[in-house]
């Protein structure tokens, strides 16, 4: 069973940093992809980035394109987000999310495997 533990959330100044780090277990990422998803208060879920554990193909909406870089670890087995030039609309819950296959997709719902969130809140 897929496990994700996210980390590395927390308050920050706009235009500050922040790296996400997600721990994951349970089974062998390598025909799956791996993303960051965010829900803002009183808003729906909203894709923010990918990567294909096995290729490292990424993907990103508009909104982090430039400024967040999704990565990953074989030896930690984990994938992080550096998130730069943080804006206050960055500010939700962020989830480590996880489906098999290599298919893009910005669909929240069709990761099936989701971490517990980390909050992330930027200043302005």
């Known amino acids: 069973q897929v496990q994700l533990v996210e980390s590395g959330g927390g308050l920050v100044q706009a235009g500050g940093s922040l790296r996400l780090s997600c721990a994951a277990s349970g089974r062998s990422f390598s025909s799956y992809t791996l993303g960051w998803v965010r829900q803002a208060p009183g808003a729906e879920r909203g894709f923010v980035a990918s990567?294909?554990?096995?290729?490292?193909?990424?993907y990103y909406a508009d909104s982090a394109r430039g400024r967040f870089t999704i990565s990953r670890d074989y030896a930690e087995n984990a994938v992080y987000l550096q998130m730069n030039s943080l804006k206050p609309e960055d500010t939700a819950v962020y989830y480590c999310v996880a489906r098999p296959g290599l298919g893009i997709t910005t669909i929240p719902y069709h990761f099936p495997s989701w971490g517990q969130g980390t909050q992330v809140t930027v200043s302005s």
């Open positions: 990567i294909y554990w096995s290729g490292g193909n990424t």
